[in-house]
């Protein structure tokens, strides 16, 4: 018996990555349709958002999997309707990968370039990443772009330390 808060992610592989392709064409979709510009902020959010779902999507599969299905199986066959066995037992089960995986796409999102600049563009003060910083600097002032990829690395370390001691906490 299969729930459903988990047969999305009991298909294979493939079937995942053109379904959460075909979900950012209907996104893009969405927001031209209610005539939300491509670029700037929106553009850099979608861009950055489907780009680091596929890590998170990854964390959550993990749980999943190493959750079972089992607790699943015999709440169901006790009464519990699907919403109380995702609520009370698999969101439970699956927090920790689901957390991971936040923070990791998070992290991710920090050094997002290609998409950003392919979607959003490089407006200053508009969509200008810290990345995309870095990239314009290394050309003219090479200290500069050195000393922004260090605040971005110390960034990223602080938000993953701290991401392993509440994982620790739990």
Partial sequence: MTTIST????????????????????????FLWLGVPGGGISGAMLAVTLMTVFGLAARIEGSLRTAGER????????????????????????????????????ARSLGEFGATITFAGSLQGVTRTLPLEIYLQRETDPDAAVALALVLVVVAVLVIGLARQSRGSM
């Fill in 7 to 30: 047969e999305a992610f009991r298909k294979p592989p493939l079937t995942r990555q053109l379904t959460t392709v075909a979900v950012g064409a209907c996104g893009s979709a969405l």
């Fill in 71 to 106: 607790y699943e199986v015999v709440a169901a066959s006790l009464g519990a309707r699907p919403t109380t066995v995702f609520r009370r037992i698999t969101l439970p089960l699956v927090l920790p990968g689901l957390l991971s995986g936040a923070v990791l796409a998070f």
